[in-house]
């Protein structure tokens, strides 16, 4: 049986500065994003529709924003509200807590803005940053295994191999489920998206499948995780992270029969 080892979140402390681990994986999580962004621009479905490496630099300024603002507000509003009542609480990002469902609201958010300013179409944007956003949400569940936060449910088996104590919660092993997360949700739909986009799709196909994937691996994952909060339907218990993430499935299916129905394509802006 595996022990979590509790390592101190504080990676390097330079006087009064403390540089967290949990800051370093958004960081990883940025830079991913910009060696993807060169990777997939010289793809030639790509290229063809006019994606330059400075279009990459200036849209993670944007991008940066959303997942910040919308990760952390979307924390407050759908597992801790009651942060509202200290505000201060809720700008100190460093101590964890960062919704994904919040971070990619924020982000949708922050591309708009950007197509507008680039004389984009959202959707081509969204098809195009889709693939690189699996890995940086990868890094971001390895943070939250260094800071010992999402532990798992208590394993049904207690010998399964990788059942982990986490001395912080209690004595009983558990799952580890951060990485189930950082592999399922995160590099697994990684490898079958980037397959999916490297060859050219109808606008919004891309974005439609990174929500599917991301929907369906998250409703899965979520079975072997600590609930913020949970509710029965059906006689069935249904979590915090299976809600959210249902419109995701229902809105990714919807968006893939209008993206294959339509069958269009994206086009370089009109300055390119």
């Excluded at 790509?46 to 400075?54: D, E, M, P, Q, R």
């Excluded at 509202?84 to 958010?109: C, N």
Aim: aromatic share 14%; with cysteine.
């Amino acid at each position: 049986m595996l022990i979590h080892p509790m390592p101190d979140p504080v990676a390097l402390q330079l006087g009064p500065v403390a540089i967290h681990w949990y800051g370093l994986m958004y960081v990883l999580a940025f830079a991913l994003f910009i060696a993807l962004g060169r990777v997939r621009i010289r793809q030639p479905h790509i290229a063809a529709l006019g994606w330059k490496n400075h279009d990459l630099d200036d849209m993670l300024f944007y991008g940066m924003l959303g997942v910040v603002l919308g990760g952390r507000l979307g924390e407050v509003i759908f597992y801790q509200p009651h942060l509202f009542a200290t505000p201060l609480e809720i700008f100190k990002v460093w101590h964890g807590g960062m919704s994904f469902h919040g971070g990619f609201i924020g982000v949708l958010i922050a591309m708009w803005f950007w197509a507008r300013k680039a004389k984009r179409n959202l959707l081509d944007v969204y098809d195009f940053i889709a693939p690189m956003v699996p890995l940086g949400y990868a890094a971001g569940r390895l943070g939250n295994f260094i800071n010992a936060e999402l532990p798992g449910r208590p394993v049904l088996d207690p010998n399964l191999p990788w059942a982990m104590i986490w001395p912080n919660v209690d004595a009983l092993p558990r799952h580890p489920s951060p990485i189930y997360q950082m592999l399922v949700d995160g590099i697994l739909v990684f490898i079958i998206l980037w397959l999916f986009a490297r060859h050219a799709r109808p606008r919004l196909a891309v974005g439609a499948m990174y929500t599917l994937l991301y929907g369906c691996a998250r409703f899965f994952t979520e079975y072997f995780r600590t609930p913020d909060w949970e509710i029965t339907v059906l006689g069935l218990p249904v979590t915090s992270g299976q809600v959210l993430s249902l419109p995701m499935i229902v809105a990714a299916i919807a968006m893939l029969v209008w993206s294959y129905r339509r069958n269009t394509y994206g086009a370089a802006p009109a300055h390119a």
